[in-house]
């Protein structure tokens, strides 16, 4: 296969990579030669344009059939113009590259593309038939033949993909578009049906996801991203709240499955879990500690994740017919050749990441009385311990965990907490309205500034000394590097410190008397990064053991991954890329050279959630954030532009 001949996206016209292109997003899509090993990519087509690499094996005509039947499926049928007129568009193209087709049909298309380009309500109709009058206009010759002479055009092979910026953006692609669109027709339980196609844990995502799909939302380039994590908290929520809970009924296991065994019962065991039974697999779980949950249960605070909704989802898998052993650890209790020889024939190793990380300076060690690893006060708190509070708390980090240990500290009665972090507050990589609730509560911060040593007395905390930092040279990430400045040395009084500064796995579970998994230089265990393989026969692992300290959703697609990877391994005995991450491969190859323009008109702000008055959170770990009202939830789902996106490869097999 040869380079990118010929493309034309946004209209502009895209020819082979030069030299100079280098960096550029072109030749990133240029790098796409194959789909799969042995499978060759011939053209790309998508909601802007289309891409030709091999313009021998190219059917232009058939081509544009094949990409406009899937538009029309996915019509919703809401407005006259997209469900209309996708349908007679589709219907002209299959006459034309029947055979059947006339002048007047060719005329008649590009009629038909302006009425749903100017009349379609969402996005998918704006787009709808851009890329096929880009074939008609750069092609006219072939589409003219074709119609004069009456030449028909066998159907060629294709790999097609519905998706959205959105989906796309969230590491499990959800079908964000589909479940707004239900709840904006009041259709709660089928909105919630449809996140749970992929997400076991929507009433909890929906309170502490990051949100990487709200701020790949195109309605922010109007005015706001829609609020999608509040409204999977809305859908959710109808449920908890139900006066009669509905659980789902125990799956139907296949007789003769195999057992699979999950090491592990956090957000990236549950997950695994939740899909292989619904697969038909028996699954056993073994957690190391005495609740579901893993770092959703011990690490994330009551004001943000109230025990009981994490709680009452982790029932769902229990009642599907997942079996839970509690206080089982890798290492002390079994090991993975125990697992093999109880006759489990898959394993999940998902054990997370629950060490804390050190800051390495003067009077960390011995851990003097006041000092705790972030991690390990957060465990505490959850557990219901007693945390001896002092009058004053220094915690030190700029991520979520930080953020956490700073407001729980105050919920304790810390009378003064400090936040000290070496970079900037932009820079940090906490949630930012996390960072604003924890100002907002009092929270003291120190930017740019960095611990260089622990100040104690009798074995006592009594502060720590840091240091003002300025930006240097740009690191291996591309960020400004910290540097201390000379002489700024300053200390802050604080009987408790609590380091947040990140997380690793304990390696030493891993040892075992049968098998033994990699280990990286990092200290994560060693995994396929497409597959999750490890280098032990038929066990797997993802989540935060594998990519390190990362979110809570991130890991959860590390659970849906592994259970696809494991059911492909004990059907057919090897595991492939599958054909949804194939496809999102090739998306983001076609962003890179995507401009992504929304011409509507913006002015709609989204419905914020209501949260409770900082002079009545700070003293308890009630919940925060109040949720969407239904009324509030419809206007806001009404806000989704429903920018589904058709993307097409055109391939040898």
Avoid at 51 to 76: L, N, P, T, W
Wanted: charged residues 25%.
């Amino acid at each position: 296969m040869t380079e990118t001949i010929l493309g034309i996206w946004d209209n502009q016209v895209i020819c082979t990579p030069r030299p100079e292109d280098e960096a550029s997003g072109i030749t990133k899509l240029a790098e796409l030669r194959e789909y799969a090993p042995g499978n060759p990519v011939y053209a790309v087509m998508g909601w802007d344009g289309y891409f030709i690499y091999d313009q021998a094996h190219v059917d232009v005509v058939d081509m544009a059939r094949a990409y406009m039947e899937v538009v029309q499926g996915e019509s919703c049928g809401k407005c006259v113009p997209c469900r209309m007129g996708t349908r007679v568009a589709a219907d002209l193209l299959t006459r034309i590259a029947e055979g059947r087709g006339a002048q007047e049909d060719l005329d008649s298309l590009r009629k038909v593309a302006d009425v749903v380009s100017q009349g379609s309500l969402c996005e998918l109709g704006h787009s709808a038939l851009c890329a096929v009058i880009d074939l008609l206009n750069q092609h006219p010759d072939e589409f003219q033949r074709t119609v004069t002479e009456g030449i028909r055009h066998p159907r060629g092979t294709y790999h097609t993909k519905v998706t959205a910026p959105c989906v796309e953006a969230c590491p499990e692609r959800l079908d964000i578009p589909r479940y707004i669109e239900m709840i904006k027709a009041g259709h709660y339980p089928e909105s919630l049906e449809v996140i749970e196609e992929k997400n076991p844990l929507a009433a909890v995502c929906g309170r502490v996801c990051v949100r990487f799909c709200e701020f790949a939302c195109r309605r922010g380039k109007l005015d706001d991203p829609i609020s999608i994590k509040h409204l999977k908290r809305f859908v959710s929520d109808v449920r908890l709240d139900a006066a009669v809970k509905i659980m789902p009924d125990k799956v139907h296991v296949v007789p003769d499955a195999p057992l699979v065994a999950v090491i592990g019962a956090g957000p990236a065991g549950v997950t695994a879990a939740y899909h292989l039974l619904r697969k038909g697999y028996p699954v056993e779980i073994f957690e190391a500690s005495g609740a579901a949950g893993g770092m959703a249960v011990w690490g994330i605070p009551d004001y943000r994740l109230p025990r009981d909704v994490v709680r009452s989802e982790v029932e769902i898998i229990t009642s599907m017919g997942a079996i839970i052993h509690y206080n089982q650890r890798l290492g002390r209790d079994f090991s993975i050749a125990d697992l093999k020889a109880r006759g489990f024939k898959a394993v999940f190793v998902a054990i997370g990441a629950q060490l804390g990380t050190g800051l390495r300076i003067p009077g960390e060690e011995p851990a003097p009385e006041g000092y705790l690893p972030g991690i390990e006060f957060l465990h505490k708190v959850n557990a219901g311990e007693a945390v001896k509070a002092g009058d004053s708390a220094v915690i030190v980090g700029g991520g979520n965990v930080a953020m956490d240990c700073c407001r729980s500290a105050l919920r304790l009665g810390i009378r003064q907490v400090h936040l000290v972090y070496r970079r900037g507050r932009e820079e940090m990589p906490a949630d930012k309205l996390e960072v604003h609730d924890a100002e907002e509560e009092g929270i003291i911060f120190h930017m740019q500034c960095n611990p260089t040593r622990l100040i104690t007395e009798n074995g006592k905390l009594t502060g720590v000394e840091c240091v003002r930092m300025i930006l240097g040279e740009p690191d291996a990430t591309g960020r400004r590097r910290p540097v201390p400045q000379e002489g700024s040395e300053f200390i802050i009084p604080c009987d408790m410190l609590f380091p947040a500064i990140g997380q690793r796995i304990d390696t030493s579970c891993l040892a075992d008397d049968g098998a033994s998994l990699d280990v990286t230089k990092h200290g994560t265990v060693a995994a396929d990064d497409d597959t999750l393989l490890t280098s032990e026969e038929g066990v797997f692992a993802g989540g935060d053991c594998v990519s390190g300290p990362a979110t809570l959703i991130q890991a959860m697609a590390a659970g849906l991954r592994a259970s696809n990877s494991i059911d492909q391994y004990l059907k057919q005995g090897y595991v492939s890329l599958s054909d949804d991450e194939r496809m999102s491969r090739v998306y983001r190859a076609v962003m890179a050279v995507d401009e992504d323009s929304v011409q509507r008109l913006g002015g709609a702000a989204r419905k914020e959630v209501t949260l409770r008055p900082v002079k009545e959170r700070v003293d308890d770990f009630d919940e925060v954030e109040q949720g969407l009202s239904p009324e509030d939830a419809l206007l806001e789902a009404d806000r989704c532009l429903r920018c589904y996106r058709i993307l097409l490869v055109a391939t040898d097999k």
